[in-house]
């Protein structure tokens, strides 16, 4: 399973072209399973359908727990690093990870929690929001963890698609100097959520908390009713391991569906390969377990090659801006895997809390989330790995469960910017508009996927027909990722950013629709139209053009600016407050009614010289007004 050199990865891609399903049978051998696959892969992109390890039976957790045991008990599988340096952290080996998710599988059991059924997770970056989603995965109960930064409504909406029976969430969390009232939020969402049953509360930061009669379980109490013995239950390769909402162009996000053995192979063999990463590695991926990467580069990648994972609970910049590199040469960190725009925030603080750390023990570094500029990786290659060690820029979604194109560490020559080449069974495309193929090197166009990998999405929970409509309806039998990229000379691929009317921010993905339908929810919006545009650390930033009623420009636009940043912040949660709020008398639309966001980009981005053809406006002078306005 293991590529060393550049000659076994050309071997290795080749092999996963010619004969896919021997290639990852062969990956999938490395594993536990309880009962051998039948057949390797069943597929097509127009329903669509993809199955891989057809008949196989295993549980998850016995690969990322049970089976390390023996041979690695004593090891440390998490080490959980805290908000405030000053707290203690903790190291859990994985015989008492082990025990600890066997204990709360108990709990989540006691509390009525079977095979199939959805649990909601909202909790901060403690080593009990790992434990909860294994103990999910240990009893075969679909886990749904929401971000610690989405809002009360934003839960509601995740629990009731999924219906989910059971929520575990926190009293609150710390992030810097903040306190977050968790527990408050949860309650507020159930209001309107009639299928849970239970809450389960673990205690973090001792806020007060109402604990409903019947319904509000305390974490640590629970956990002393129940012994550590918990078989792990049998899954079918296809059963589902989680669901994960994503925002898109249209509409409220999504469930992306990720079942548990395709998931599990591909997590762990990209993780192993893309990081190269050794026995006796310490790993510390900085991302949210809320998010993908947090799932699979975090949890069940490292988790299932028995490695050790940190968990950072703060920010890189509490209690100040050398909070990685503190932890880097606290814990003697391998391989660190963060986004660019935790970089780019970083870069802007000089090197003073870069140099006063012993960084020596990195070997590998990371990059995902969003394109890096050139800048930022210069700075990420020479200051944080010395020149010495290799940067792997890896791209991927939500919808692919694992890293599709990057280096692999050390063996991939890589070139600022570029993801470089595909893993091994990733089969990119370039088309253009009309789905046509872009042949050869030194071109662009949107990029998709000809062939399945095992961890693609299998549907979106419960409207497997806007999975098809999302994801492969765009082009006929490809997967389209949605983003735009580019293939240099080299065959190198570069990707270039969302084609479609999806923001990234900060690493955050954000539909320009949702922020809408948000502000436009706010008291006297008429309408509003949400692009993006370039912003030094965040990579993008969220402009918001608003009609209201009656005359918002007057003394009281920033009031009112406040309180439709507090609409959104209600609705969606702070990551989708705009940065710039442009009150305007009209949208340029055209004679059919359809914004035309080409216009309002090229404002948003400052660059009013050459707007294109704006003759199929509807009113032309309503360009002028919002070029005069400009922010
Ligand atoms: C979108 C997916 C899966 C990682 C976390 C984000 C952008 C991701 C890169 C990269 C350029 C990147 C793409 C993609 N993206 N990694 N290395 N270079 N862009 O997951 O929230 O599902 O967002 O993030 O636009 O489509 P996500």
């Not at 059924?117 to 999910?136: G, H, K, W």
């Not at 929520?167 to 408050?184: H, Q, W």
């Not at 100040?320 to 003697?332: A, M």
């Not at 084609?499 to 955050?508: A, E, P, Q, T």
């Amino acid at each position: 399973m293991r590529i060393r050199t550049f000659d076994e990865y050309q071997t290795a891609y080749q092999k996963s072209v010619d004969d896919p399903e021997e290639f990852w049978a062969e990956i999938a051998q490395n594993f536990q399973w309880r009962k051998p696959w039948t057949k390797t892969l069943q597929w097509n992109f127009t329903e669509p359908s993809v199955k891989w390890f057809i008949g196989g039976k295993l549980n998850i957790t016995e690969n990322c727990l049970d089976r390390h045991l023996a041979e690695r008990g004593d090891q440390p599988a998490i080490i959980w690093e805290p908000n405030d340096p000053n707290e203690a952290g903790v190291t859990l080996t994985y015989r008492m990870l082990f025990d600890q998710v066997c204990r709360f599988a108990n709990v989540l059991k006691r509390n009525g929690v079977v095979k199939g059924d959805r649990v909601c997770i909202y909790l901060p970056m403690v080593p009990e929001l790992a434990i909860a989603v294994l103990a999910c995965a240990r009893i075969g109960a679909v886990h749904s963890v929401v971000f610690g930064g989405f809002s009360a409504q934003s839960i509601a909406d995740r629990i009731n698609d999924a219906q989910c029976k059971v929520v575990v969430t926190a009293d609150g969390a710390y992030r810097g100097n903040k306190e977050i009232p968790l527990k408050s939020t949860v309650d507020d969402a159930l209001i309107g959520c009639p299928s849970v049953q239970k809450v389960i509360v673990m205690t973090r930061t001792r806020t007060p908390v109402s604990m409903l009669k019947g319904r509000d379980v305390w974490w640590e109490q629970e956990v002393k009713q129940v012994t550590a013995d918990c078989p792990a239950e049998e899954m079918d390769a296809e059963d589902m391991l989680f669901i994960l909402y994503t925002s898109g162009s249209t509409g409220k996000p999504k469930g992306v569906v990720h079942t548990c053995g395709g998931y599990m192979v591909y997590a762990a063999y990209t993780f192993q390969n893309v990081f190269q990463y050794e026995p006796g590695q310490i790993h510390f991926c900085t991302a949210d377990i809320g998010w993908i990467t947090g799932h699979s580069y975090i949890v069940y990648g490292p988790l299932a090659c028995g490695a050790t994972s940190i968990i950072f609970e703060g920010v890189p910049t509490y209690p100040d801006y050398g909070r990685f590199w503190d932890i880097v040469d606290k814990y003697k960190v391998n391989i660190l895997y963060t986004a660019p725009t935790a970089i780019r925030s970083l870069m802007g603080f000089g090197l003073e809390k870069v140099d006063n750390h012993d960084l020596s023990s990195l070997d590998v570094l990371g990059s995902v989330g969003e394109p890096i500029n050139e800048e930022a990786w210069h700075w990420y290659d020479d200051h944080i790995g010395k020149n010495r060690c290799p940067i792997v820029d890896t791209w991927w979604q939500t919808e692919t469960g694992g890293i599709l194109i990057s280096p692999i560490a050390g063996i991939t020559k890589t070139k600022p910017t570029y993801a470089t080449l595909p893993l091994p069974g990733v089969q990119p495309i370039l088309v253009d508009e009309n789905g046509k193929e872009i042949e050869g090197n030194g071109v662009s166009g949107n990029l998709c996927m000809k062939f399945p990998w095992p961890g693609i999405l299998r549907t979106t929970y419960g409207d497997h027909e806007r999975c098809r409509q999302t994801y492969f309806a765009t082009y006929p039998g490809l997967y389209f990722t949605g983003d735009g990229c580019l293939r240099d000379e080299d065959g190198y691929y570069r990707i270039t950013g969302r084609v479609d009317d999806v923001l990234n921010v900060s690493g955050h993905r954000i539909g320009t629709a949702e922020v809408e339908n948000a502000i436009n929810m706010h008291t006297g919006v008429v309408e509003s139209a949400v692009v993006g545009y370039p912003h030094d650390i965040k990579g993008q930033g969220i402009y918001a053009y608003v009609i209201t009623e009656g005359d918002a420009g007057g003394h009281d636009a920033e009031l009112t600016k406040r309180d439709i940043l507090a609409t959104v912040s209600r609705v969606i949660g702070p990551i989708a407050k705009p940065d710039k709020i442009q009150f305007v008398s009209g949208l340029p639309k055209t004679r059919s009614g359809k914004i035309m966001r080409r216009i309002l980009r090229k404002i948003a981005e400052g660059d009013t010289s050459n707007l294109g053809d704006t003759t199929t406006l509807l009113d032309p002078a309503v360009v002028d007004e919002i070029k005069a306005g400009a922010l």
